[in-house]
């Protein structure tokens, strides 16, 4: 029964929170009623102390402040006692007994029963914090995947990049070789020299030149003045 009340400071009190969800009342209509209420502003200050609670996001992330009210036993009778309904008048009679025990279990020992109350706060409080931690774990979950496919998308892209420059590299140092190859043999420098020089084979430098020849870019030889093996290599092509 206890569980109904709580103590804050020196006040036992009820939030509108556990009263919509005890009289099976929308909370947003129970916040309604008490702004509707005919009673002084000075009783109003006394028994109804605005206060936040926390609620999920629907969309995620952080929790949502939203605004209640804590009710002494005071504001909470003056606001209940317009509920109807053979539930509502069960759980009056629920909450005032509650009261009730509230305040004889603080009279014959307050000290023990203050205690389990902060026990009871702290539970709660402990309660809430995990929820949040909970939640926000889960936001950042969600963050991490999503910049997890963003990363993974841009690390693809960027091998396709690599590629592509390792390619034009082979590209250019195939070019390299080839005018270099070209360049030493209009020069008159022997396959052995250019050999040496670019690290390609005989062969590789012979194909070179008959191509160069073929396209003109390096003058024909006699057919008499040619070595065999560019002469058999021309025939082979």
Known sequence: MN???????????????????????????????IEHLECTDNFRKL???????????????????????????????????????????????????????MEAALRSNPLAHQQQLALATQVGQLTDRVKALTEALHAQDQRFIGLQGQMIGSQKGHIRSLGVIAQLQKRHEAEDIRRTII???????SNAEIMRVTGKCSNYIRQR???????????????????QGEL??????
């Not at 009210?69 to 005032?96: H, N, P, V």
């Not at 360049?183 to 420098?189: E, L, Q, T």
Request: glycine fraction near 10%; aromatic fraction near 10%; charged fraction near 20%.
């Open 3 to 33: 569980q109904l009340v709580h103590q804050s400071g020196d006040r036992l009190i009820v939030t509108t929170l556990e009263i919509s969800n005890r009289f099976g009342k929308q909370h947003k209509n129970v916040l309604r009623d």
């Open 47 to 101: 028994n109804f102390e605005p206060t936040v609670y926390h609620r999920p996001n629907p969309k995620g992330g952080k929790a949502i402040q939203a605004p209640m009210y804590e009710l002494t036993r005071d504001g909470f009778t003056f606001l209940c006692m317009g509920f109807t309904g053979s539930q509502a008048a069960l759980w009056k009679e629920r909450y005032i007994e509650a009261f009730n025990q």
């Open 183 to 189: 360049y030493m043999k209009a020069r008159g420098d």
């Open 209 to 227: 030149v008959f191509i160069a020849r073929r396209d003109g870019v390096l003058p024909a030889i006699p057919a008499e003045a040619t070595p």
């Open 232 to 237: 058999n290599l021309g025939g082979a092509a």
